[in-house]
């Protein structure tokens, strides 16, 4: 299984970003994938997750109305994408596979003026 994020970087506030996990190793349309962020000093939280099929999503109080997770089974990626960021969602992010422990390497996200 391999997770492979991208898309990540400085960027002021108010910016956007769009982040993107490149998977193989697994039936990726079988699986819930997840992003997860974890900020300087802080524990890593969910900020999103995207059902198989990408009928269903799933958003953090924090991120809701921000953040729109999105999935393209065709090609084994899923994304995040980032508006009206702030400094709060400087973090490091990672794509997860639900169920299975699989995380990617993590890409940095710095929101910084």
């Known amino acids: 299984v391999q997770l492979v994020e991208s898309g990540g970087g400085l960027v002021q506030p108010g910016g956007s970003l769009r982040l993107s996990c490149a998977a193989s190793?697994?039936?990726?349309?079988?699986?819930?994938m997840s992003w997860y962020r974890q900020p300087p000093g802080k524990e890593r939280e969910l900020v999103a997750g995207?059902?198989?099929?990408?009928?269903?999503?799933y958003y953090a109080d924090s991120v809701q109305g921000r953040f729109t997770i999105s999935r393209d089974n065709a090609k084994n990626t899923v994304y995040l994408q980032m508006n009206s960021l702030n400094f709060e969602d400087t973090a490091v992010y990672y794509c997860?596979?639900?169920?299975?422990?699989?995380w990617g390497q993590g890409t940095q996200v710095t929101v910084s003026s």
């Open positions: 190793g697994f039936t990726f349309s079988s699986y819930t």
């Open positions: 995207i059902t198989g099929s990408g009928g269903s999503t």
């Open positions: 997860v596979v639900n169920g299975k422990g699989y």
